[in-house]
């Protein structure tokens, strides 16, 4: 007969340099690192622990649980990951290798539930899908732990949230995460954990919610786990990722997430204070509009430079407005108020004038009404009524094409963000590759996606007739004929110099595709 283990937990408020252990019989089987005592030894409420590769997150989450579900009886805990074969490999598989049969009366191999002899119960689970998550509606855990908690969405986090209680006096509920930087939940994560905001998604009652004393960040990287410190041959396959990967998962570096779209994101040369830019009155400029009611409404505007002697301009996306809950009337009062600058007449009078805003491009409803007019139509009116007056645009949707114009502009330094556009700079390092059709950004149902859309069609569509002048060079190679003799060539190059020199003739537009992406 099996006889009940004792369950020893090293004292929380003892010696600090005391590692956390767990005995069953008498005998350690699990021994807890330094960063991982000091992660089980925390006492936030949320916890994340980890931020690189190896350090032993997921093992210490499992851990957690465990120890949790020793601090009452009939209590239950869970672990979640995104998927069931890494909810197998990384929490299943250790459990069985290190926790000894004795330490529990029944492991369910098919519900996967540990009943522990106390007669808590721990749960590992998995959740796909972003409605997999409801089957713990009713459900109530003293201990939620997600393994790589980047790979789920807030949505998800908070829905456990609401799960996370225990109705023993003087439980104290908490959650975790364990994770590398990345993946589609990386900017919750971050926002959460490493900044100590509020997560940009959440929703503004939950928003004003937050607090950050109840978050704490355990950062961790491989040379917190011994057993890889000394590696050499793991520590060199991390060294030899590439750099972005490395940053991520040698140095634990949220700044940007691997398998971003945006992997060339570098905020200090991408972006500029608008003060700095000296934007004239006179640089054409341009709004872009993605509508949302309860979703957010995402607007920028951009402005051009005037080309370079090589045709080259850049455009600067310098002002944005991201927000939710407008009516199509405060829509066009809201963007209209914003396009204007205050100018000195000639009675040296101080006058609002308009930006010089040449076109609006518009992504909203031309099938939804809510009087006989649709909400394209009613958004468009307003901005007529409040003083901007030209044909509003259908945008280009194109979104392959437009991330990738996004991705050659901002490489060749021809796109640069305003410091003023926040929502904008926090987006598209935030942006990740779909992973069933790579060439096109995963939809995460994100302030990201909206923010990331309203950017895409107002580039996209404005470029798409972006009357670029290639250079002289290029516009006279074009116009030679490469099958004549060097000397015809030599005429026929005199000619068309001369003619370039006045002006006279059109110039063709050469490798169209290239000059549409306005990408040199
Ligand atoms: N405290 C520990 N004692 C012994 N081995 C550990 C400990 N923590 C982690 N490990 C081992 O280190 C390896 C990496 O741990 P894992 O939890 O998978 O890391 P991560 O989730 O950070 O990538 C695994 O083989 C795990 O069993
Ligand atoms: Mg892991």
Not at 307 to 316: A, C, F, M, S, T
Not at 375 to 385: A, G, M, P, W
Not at 433 to 442: H, T, V, Y
Not at 449 to 464: E, F, H, I, P, T
Request: charged share 25%; with cysteine.
């Amino acid at each position: 007969m099996q006889t009940a283990p004792r369950l020893k937990l090293s004292s929380v408020d003892s010696e600090l340099i005391q590692p956390v252990q767990i005995f069953c019989q008498g005998q350690p089987f699990y021994t807890a690192f330094a960063r991982q005592s000091q992660f089980h030894r925390s006492k936030a409420k949320y916890r994340l622990f980890g931020g690189a590769a190896g350090p032993g997150k997921s093992l210490a989450l499992l851990m957690e649980a465990i120890i949790q579900a020793h601090k009452h009886p009939k209590v239950s805990t869970l672990i979640l990951r995104r998927t069931f074969p890494e909810l197998e490999k990384s929490i299943i598989d250790p459990f069985r290798r290190i926790v000894p049969r004795a330490m529990y009366k029944s492991f369910n191999e098919s519900k996967h539930v540990v009943q522990w002899h106390n007669d808590s119960l721990t749960y590992f689970g998995y959740s796909e899908s972003e409605k997999d998550i409801t089957q713990y509606q009713g459900a109530e855990f003293l201990f939620i732990g997600f393994d790589e908690l980047t790979h789920f969405l807030l949505k998800q986090w908070e829905f456990m949230k609401s799960r996370n209680r225990c109705p023993i006096p003087g439980s104290v509920p908490c959650m975790a995460g364990a994770s590398n930087p990345g993946d589609r939940g990386h900017d919750f994560v971050r926002c959460m954990f490493i900044d100590g905001t509020a997560p940009r998604d959440s929703d503004p009652e939950t928003a004003t919610l937050f607090n950050p004393g109840d978050y704490a960040f355990i950062p961790a990287r491989v040379t917190d786990n011994p057993i890889y410190a000394n590696d050499q041959s793991y520590l060199d396959s991390l060294r030899s990722l590439p750099l972005v990967m490395r940053q991520m998962y040698l140095e634990g570096n949220w700044d940007i997430a691997p398998g971003s779209y945006f992997d060339i994101w570098n905020e200090r040369t991408m972006t500029v204070p608008r003060d700095e830019v000296q934007m004239k009155d006179w640089w054409p400029r341009w709004i872009s509009v993605d509508w949302g009611f309860a979703h957010n409404l995402s607007v920028h505007w951009h402005a051009a430079t005037p080309p370079d002697e090589k045709g080259r301009r850049i455009i600067y996306t310098y002002r944005e407005w991201v927000t939710h809950g407008k009516v199509p009337e405060s829509i066009g009062m809201g963007i209209c108020e914003r396009s204007k600058y205050t100018a000195i007449d000639e009675q040296g009078r101080e006058v609002q004038k308009f930006e010089n805003i040449e076109e609006i491009f518009m992504d909203a409803p031309r099938d939804k009404r809510t009087d006989e007019d649709t909400i394209y139509t009613q958004i468009e009116h307003s901005l007529k009524r409040h003083g901007l007056g030209m044909p509003v645009k259908w945008p280009d949707k194109d979104r392959v094409g437009g991330w990738m114009l996004m991705y050659q502009l901002l490489q060749s330094g021809e796109w640069k963000i305003c410091k003023e556009c926040p929502d904008a700079i926090r987006s598209l390092p935030a942006l990740v590759r779909d992973p069933d059709f790579s060439e096109d950004i995963l939809k995460t149902d994100s302030i990201a996606d909206d923010v990331a859309d309203d950017l895409r069609m107002g580039l996209k569509s404005r470029l798409k007739n972006w009357k670029r002048k290639p250079p002289l060079e290029e516009r006279v190679l074009a116009r030679i004929n490469p099958a004549l003799d060097p000397t015809n060539r030599a005429i026929q190059l005199k000619k068309v110099l001369s003619e370039e020199h006045k002006g006279s003739k059109p110039v063709p537009i050469i490798r169209r595709s290239r000059f549409q992406a306005g990408v040199r």
